[in-house]
């Protein structure tokens, strides 16, 4: 695709319910990056894959978190049990190995009521 | 891991005054580093990078960051800033060699009339 596409753009849920965030990179882009940003905060770093495996997962705020990618494309980052400060706006990203630069997704914005 | 410092969660300033933001970084290799901006209710994007040459680097919308490799800073600067530089301005680094990316807090840049 022209862009790195986020799913959905804006979701709403319950607390304790589980949600799936879908982000599809650019074509061709073997690096793709999440990162969560919290209203008035910082970007705060989740996880990035190289390919289908992650190397550093130790941004993942607890074990709620989870995060997996297929076929080197599309990544599905999962938070079960929602709780209310998991509300922030979750970004995705992605680059060409070797590049550096990265571009990014419109992000998805979560509330947990 | 990488880090990334900005000193100045807010700035302030008049219309047609200089800007100064504040990055410092951490890593013990050697770095590139990454300014992004984020407008009001839009998506981060690429304003300038630091990769190889020139300590001085030019941006998009008249801005240029310097890097200092003994003050391990990257600040940001712009001679006479406009209303429509206001916007979320974040620094990023990544190791070279490795495609992990990680941000600032960001520093939010208001311009008055």
């Known amino acids: 695709g022209a862009g790195v596409s986020q799913s959905p753009s804006n979701k709403v849920t319950e607390k304790g319910k589980d949600v799936e965030l879908r982000c599809d990179p650019i074509?061709?882009?073997?690096?793709l990056y999440w990162y969560r940003q919290s209203l008035g905060q910082g970007l705060e770093f989740l996880i990035y894959?190289?390919?289908?495996?992650?190397?550093?997962k130790s941004g993942l705020p607890s074990d709620r978190f989870s995060a997996e990618r297929t076929g080197g494309s599309v990544s599905t980052l999962t938070i079960q049990r929602t709780q209310q400060e998991d509300s922030a706006v979750y970004l995705c990203?992605?680059?060409?190995?070797?590049?550096?630069?990265?571009?990014f997704g419109e992000g998805s914005w979560l509330t947990v009521v | 891991a990488q880090s990334v410092t900005q000193l100045d969660s807010q700035v302030p300033v008049f219309e047609e005054a200089p800007v100064e933001l504040r990055c410092n970084y951490s890593?013990?290799?050697?770095?590139?580093l990454f300014w992004y901006v984020q407008y009001p209710n839009q998506g981060l994007q690429l304003l300038l990078k630091y990769l190889s040459g020139s300590t001085l680097v030019k941006g998009i919308n008249g801005f240029e960051a310097e890097f200092n490799k003994s003050q391990t800073s990257f600040h940001l600067r712009k001679p006479s800033v406009h209303i429509s530089d206001t916007a979320e301005y974040f620094c990023?680094?990544?190791?070279?060699?490795?495609?992990?990316?990680?941000f600032g807090a960001g520093t939010r840049l208001t311009v008055k009339p």
């Open positions: 894959f190289q390919g289908n495996s992650a190397p550093d």
């Open positions: 890593s013990s290799v050697s770095v590139y």
């Open positions: 074509s061709g882009h073997t690096a």
């Open positions: 990203a992605s680059s060409y190995e070797g590049r550096n630069t990265i571009y």
């Open positions: 990023a680094v990544t190791e070279k060699g490795n495609n992990d990316m990680r």
